[in-house]
């Protein structure tokens, strides 16, 4: 069993920056690819990016592309993600995710979820 702690959200003004950050425990970190996902008020869950167990390969929504940049720590258990050039529209809670198999975007074939982190864009 695989435990996500996301930290990092907050408010931040138009053309901010942030860095989320997503903290696992319970699990052999290395084996799971990583996604970050994020669902605003009456819309879906969206896809963000995924990176390998590795930490080598990246895949990115084509609305953050650019913008939003996945890394992970294997040694600290980490995985953040990256964010410039922050728009009204990302605000959002955002979810870490774990997923056995790489290159996953659909939000229902990930095994384990944090709770979220709240972030905020104003305008």
């Known amino acids: 069993q695989v435990q996500l702690v996301e930290s990092g959200g907050g408010l931040v003004q138009a053309g901010g920056s942030l860095r989320l950050s997503c903290a696992a425990s319970?699990?052999?970190?290395?084996?799971?690819?990583m996604g970050w996902f994020r669902q605003a008020p009456g819309k879906e869950r969206e896809f963000l990016a995924t990176?390998?167990?590795?930490?080598?390969?990246?895949v990115y929504a084509d609305s953050v592309k650019g913008r939003f940049t996945i890394s992970r720590d294997n040694a600290k258990n980490t995985v953040y993600v990256q964010m410039t050039s922050l728009k009204p529209e990302d605000t959002a809670i955002y979810y870490c995710?774990?997923?056995?198999?790489?290159?996953?975007?659909?939000?229902?074939?990930?095994?384990?979820w944090g709770q979220g982190t709240q972030v905020t864009v104003s305008s």
């Open positions: 995710a774990a997923n056995k198999w790489y290159g996953a975007m659909r939000w229902n074939t990930y095994d384990y």
């Open positions: 319970g699990g052999t970190f290395s084996n799971y690819a």
């Open positions: 990176i390998s167990g590795s930490g080598g390969r990246t």
